[in-house]
């Protein structure tokens, strides 16, 4: 069963950046399955940050940036903020009408 | 402004069924493929299934395929799931969700979100 990884867990210092990356058990991770990435907080929905690879949603500030690295879809997240602390997702279109979700990554900002 | 508001969440027993709304506002429905979208507790999110514009075309996720069907009122601004045969795995938040196109194709993704609603499957 294919299957799209994330890091679980990643930590940077404030004022730092750090990529969080998302990829395809089975493959490569290219713009045609479209990538794109979610915020959520505790109790919250997730939020749209960046689609289609990277093109970034409204009002999400130029802070994060979507990219193809390799055989992995990234989001790098540069000068890193107290309140960037959530679980970010990762979504691939698998092509036959369907998405996956990579498991998430928790980002800690300390 | 778009706003989604999903409802009809409730505690069932196994094997049950339940149906679940997403009322659209600030938008015309028919304009915009949708989706489901769940997340077990503690767990990550769950693509479940999509419906293009005008309910033509629909796919679901292997884990609730011929179990949970999808489908859309335009008329009356409603996105629906029906959920059936429900198992204790089922249980989580049910968020529906806006497309960014009206037509499901590669870009496709999910713009806008609802608050929620939850589903507890327990006996």
């Known amino acids: 069963q294919t299957m799209v990884s994330q890091e679980p867990s990643f930590s940077v210092s404030p004022g730092g950046t750090v990529k969080l990356t998302c990829g395809l058990g089975?493959?490569?991770?290219?713009?045609?399955?479209?990538p794109s990435w979610y915020r959520q907080t505790p109790g919250q929905a997730p939020r749209t940050l960046i689609y289609s690879t990277m093109t970034r949603s409204s009002g999400v500030p130029d802070r994060f940036s979507g990219s193809i690295l390799g055989n992995k879809a990234a989001l790098t997240i540069t000068g890193a903020q107290a309140d960037d602390e959530a679980d970010y997702y990762c979504?691939?279109?698998?092509?036959?009408?369907?998405?996956?979700f990579g498991g998430g990554t928790k980002l800690t900002v300390l | 402004q778009v706003q989604l508001m999903e409802s009809g969440g409730t505690v069932v027993e196994p094997g049950m069924s339940l149906r679940l709304s997403c009322a659209a506002s600030g938008f015309t429905l028919s304009s915009y493929t949708m989706h489901w979208v769940r997340q077990a507790p503690g767990k990550g999110l769950e693509w479940l299934s999509v419906?293009?514009?005008?309910?033509?075309?629909?796919y679901y996720a292997d884990s609730v395929k011929g179990r949970f069907t999808i489908s859309r009122d335009n008329s009356k601004n409603t996105l629906y799931l029906q959920m059936n045969s429900l198992r204790p795995e089922d249980t989580g938040t049910y968020y529906c969700?806006?497309?960014?196109?009206?037509?499901?194709?590669?870009?496709?993704?999910?713009?806008?979100w609802g608050q929620g609603t939850q589903v507890t499957v327990s006996s």
């Open positions: 089975s493959g490569s991770v290219s713009t045609s399955h479209s």
């Open positions: 969700a806006r497309d960014f196109w009206g037509r499901i194709k590669t870009g496709g993704f999910f713009e806008y």
């Open positions: 979504v691939l279109y698998m092509g036959g009408g369907t998405w996956l």
């Open positions: 419906t293009s514009s005008l309910g033509d075309f629909k």
